[in-house]
Each structure stands twice: as C-alpha cells, then as structure tokens.
C-alpha cells in the first residue's frame, strides 16, 4: 500500500503507521495508519478521493485537544489541518482556514481592535474543530459570531452553510450530524478599542490559569455541563478529586479535568470517565455525559486482527 500512496499522493506530507499521542493533547493514542497534511484543497480533495476510492476510512482532526484516541489507533486515514491556516481580515469580518490556531485567530482580532472573539483566548483548538463543537468560555460561543463555513461533503463537493443553518447547540453543530469536514470560517466582529480588548483577554486568561491544571496534559472538560449544575462540582462532592486510574487523574485543581500525571494511556482515561460516570451517577443520581470525543481501537480490537 506504501507504494500505491507514493504513486497516487506524491509530494502530499503523509506519514506511515505514525504514533499519535505525538499530536494528542492528552499525550495519548496509538498510531494512524497514515497521517496527512495536506498544503491546500487540492491535496486535501486528493487525499479524500483516494481513500473513497479505495474504500480506506478517513477522518480530520484539527487540533486534538478535545480528542482521546484509543491505544490500538486509527485505521485508514487521519487527516490534519495543520498547512491549511491561514487567517485574513477584511473590514470586520476575519475568514480562517480550518487549520487555523483558534488562539492565534483571536490575536488576530486584537491586533486589528475587533471585539467578540475574546471568549476564545484560551481554547486550544482549530478553527475547524472550534466550529464543529461550537467552543464557547465565559458567555461566549462559536455561534455568536459566525457569519458562514466552507464545507467539503463526503461526496467530495465543497458548499458553503450559513450560521443560521449551523443547528448550533451546547457543543453541537450541523456538522456533526452530516459529517461535513470544515474548510473555512467566517467571524463577524465589531470593532472595539485594542487596550479594552487585551485586558479582557488577560483577565480570562488569569481565570484559566488560577483554575484549570494547565500544567498537565488534558482535553479540557471531560464532561458537557449538565443542566443547572457543573460537572467539576459534582465529581468533587462525589469526593473523587484527585482518584487515579493508572497514569490518569480527575485533576486537584478542577475535578471537571482529567490529567495525564504519569505516562497514562486511552484506557486508563476510558475506565476512569466509565468510575467517574458511575460513582457521580450513585452519589448525586447525575448521570454526566462525555464532552470529549473518543475515538479508535482498543489494544485488544487491534492485536485480535
Ligand atoms: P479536535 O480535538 O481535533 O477534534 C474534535 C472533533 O472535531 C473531532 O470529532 C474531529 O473529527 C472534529 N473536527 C476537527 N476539525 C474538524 C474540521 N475541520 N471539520 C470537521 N470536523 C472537525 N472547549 C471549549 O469549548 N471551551 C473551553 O473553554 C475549552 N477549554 C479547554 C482547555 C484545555 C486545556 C483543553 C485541552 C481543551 C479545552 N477545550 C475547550 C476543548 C477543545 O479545545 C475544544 O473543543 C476545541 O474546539 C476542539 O478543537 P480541536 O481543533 O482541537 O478539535
């Protein structure tokens, strides 16, 4: 298969059997079968063909940072948005490619003096995998600001949905139903005074570092917020801050976060989401629901082929 690859996809930067706790905000996950980087949209649509073509899987990620990829990996396709990022700014509006830096793109936006991109400062994900959740902090959300997304169909056809036909909801979009791949955003801002702008995005970002274990590898909250309670609060009262499961731990510092303390795996994190769920579900009859999303094998799924 390694040659058919070179043959069809030459020059594309795709990587063999390629470990992907190397990518993975979590530092876990086993390896992809082959890993992709496409420069543009026709390497993107390239790839996307070929893998249609020969009936092989293919999925994107943008950032992985709301991601547990299980140890036995991925087979077929990972596709990544890393070389499709660039951000340009006309009047009010910002448009970025899906491999954009969601932080970065909101740097952009002061430096320009635009308001409404400050609830992003410190979300560590791509412009793509912010649509597709529709990230939101601190009273804001992706679909606030909005305009439109450039979608590449599994058809392989590109179409352009309008922000109100995104079916935006509490870390949902319409993508995430009709497994459209985000190509490109577009934001409108309003414009704002620069040193207001920055202060905020420094006080946000002081919030984020007093309260979250920034420090260790995490996706973030594991779990959506369930209605009129937090997740965090309701691990701790089931008094499972700081429990452990191999190398993972519901973290000190914020019970919503799991962090990676020593070398843990997928499956440490999957059993201790599984003992999380069902110790908060006994002690306060919540049963939380996952907000990151895990995806891939098991060890034991790969090593039975
Ligand atoms: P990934 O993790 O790479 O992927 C997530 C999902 O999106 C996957 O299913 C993937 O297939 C899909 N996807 C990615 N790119 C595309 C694309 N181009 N087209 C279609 N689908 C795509 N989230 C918040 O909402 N608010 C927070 O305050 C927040 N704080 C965080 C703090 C920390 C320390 C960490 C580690 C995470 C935090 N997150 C937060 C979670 C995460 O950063 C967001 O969910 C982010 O939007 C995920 O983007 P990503 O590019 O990393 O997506």
């Not at 709301?66 to 660039?86: A, S, Y």
């Not at 970025?96 to 970065?104: D, K, V």
């Not at 793109?105 to 409404?116: D, I, N, P, Q, Y």
């Amino acid at each position: 298969m390694t040659n058919f690859l070179n043959e069809e996809l030459k020059g594309i930067d795709i990587r063999v059997d390629e470990p992907l706790k190397k990518y993975t905000y979590t530092k876990v996950g086993g390896p992809v079968d082959y890993l992709a980087f496409p420069r543009n949209r026709y390497e993107l649509s390239r790839i996307v063909k070929f893998a249609n073509a020969h009936s092989l899987p293919w999925m994107v990620l943008g950032n992985a940072s709301n991601i547990i990829v299980r140890d036995g990996g991925i087979r077929g396709f990972v596709i990544m948005f890393d070389k499709l990022n660039g951000v340009t700014v006309d009047g009010y509006v910002i448009e970025a490619e899906a491999g954009a830096n969601l932080i970065e793109t909101t740097r952009v936006a002061k430096f320009h003096s635009l308001t409404g991109f400050e609830f992003a400062c410190g979300i560590p994900g791509s412009i793509g995998g912010a649509v597709f959740m529709n990230a939101g902090a601190y009273g804001g959300e992706i679909a606030h600001i909005l305009i439109s997304a450039q979608v590449l169909t599994k058809e392989g056809n590109v179409k352009t949905i309008e922000g109100r036909d995104m079916k935006f909801g509490y870390r949902h979009s319409v993508v995430q139903d009709t497994g459209d791949v985000v190509i490109s955003a577009k934001f409108a801002l309003k414009a704002g005074d620069y040193v207001k702008i920055s202060q905020e995005m420094a006080r946000l970002t002081h919030l984020r570092e007093l309260k979250q274990p920034l420090e260790y590898p995490s996706c973030g909250s594991v779990f959506k917020r369930p209605l009129g309670h937090f997740a965090g609060q309701l691990i701790s009262e089931a008094n499972l801050k700081g429990y452990r499961i191999g190398g993972v731990e519901v973290s000190k510092k914020h019970a919503g976060f799991m962090v990676n303390v020593a070398d843990g795996c997928a499956k440490d994190y999957e059993d201790l989401i599984t003992y999380v769920i069902e110790t908060v579900e006994a002690h306060s009859g919540i049963r939380l629901e996952p907000e990151v999303r895990i995806i891939g094998e098991k060890l034991s799924d790969k090593s039975n082929e």
